[in-house]
């Protein structure tokens, strides 16, 4: 289906849910993951944990702004069900975002799962694993896209056994974004040891939630 920016995203009928927002698929994944995430933290190097890969559209258009401000990306993206390569084929984001991406969009889902991908200044590492089932490594992450569907369609997701582990992946002063601003799921992140910071959100959303780990 396509979305009110023009770009499109896929819908899942018995979930009643769409991958990405109807208002927009890409102005959603630039307010939410790019703006008040990976350009929030402001730094050269930066190590990245998407928890619901899903189309791929986060990281492209990561690897975009990277090489627009010059970052090294390290980039983690977990998803348990992966999109057919047949679905991913019929999205037009590379006609929104830049012909010139088209290459790099193909070579992020044509990777094997589980091997790192380097291009340029970018490294994908793809992982078809559930999170409850994922070993958190040693090295941690900077900052967290949490774009899992939302808490009507995949509730335990957005609950504390998850959102545990998701703590335990970030380095301390690391960042979580996510389009989310339920309440209890707030509360989580609170009890959590978590700071919120409650911002506007992208078109069609009142509010996001932006999340920074002290300890």
């Known amino acids: 289906m396509t979305t009110g920016d023009g770009s499109a995203t896929i819908r899942i009928e018995e979930m009643d849910e769409n991958y990405h927002s109807h208002h927009g698929a890409i102005q959603e994944a630039e307010h939410?993951?790019?703006k008040n995430g990976l350009e929030f933290l402001n730094v050269e190097n930066v190590?990245?944990?998407e928890l619901g890969f899903g189309t791929g559209l986060n990281a492209l258009l990561t690897y975009k702004r990277a090489e627009e401000l010059g970052i090294q990306v390290d980039y983690f993206g977990l998803e348990a069900f992966p999109v057919d390569l047949d679905l991913i084929q019929q999205l037009n984001y590379t006609d929104k975002i830049g012909k010139e991406f088209e290459e790099v969009f193909s070579q992020m889902h044509k990777e094997d799962w589980n091997n790192c991908l380097s291009i340029n200044h970018f490294k994908l590492t793809k992982i078809d694993q559930k999170i409850q089932d994922y070993k958190i490594m040693d090295e941690k992450f900077d900052l967290i896209y949490l774009d899992a569907f939302g808490?009507?369609?995949?509730?335990e997701m957005w609950e504390l056994p998850v959102l545990?582990?998701?703590?335990?992946?970030?380095k301390e002063n690391g960042v979580l974004v996510t389009y989310c601003a339920?309440?209890?799921f707030k509360r989580h992140l609170k009890s959590l040891g978590f700071i919120l910071e409650r911002l506007p959100g992208p078109p069609g959303k009142r509010e996001m939630t932006r999340a920074t780990k002290l300890s």
């Open 32 to 34: 939410v993951f790019l």
């Open 182 to 184: 339920q309440g209890q």
């Open 164 to 170: 545990e582990k998701v703590a335990n992946l970030l």
């Open 151 to 155: 808490p009507r369609a995949q509730s």
């Open 47 to 49: 190590r990245i944990f």
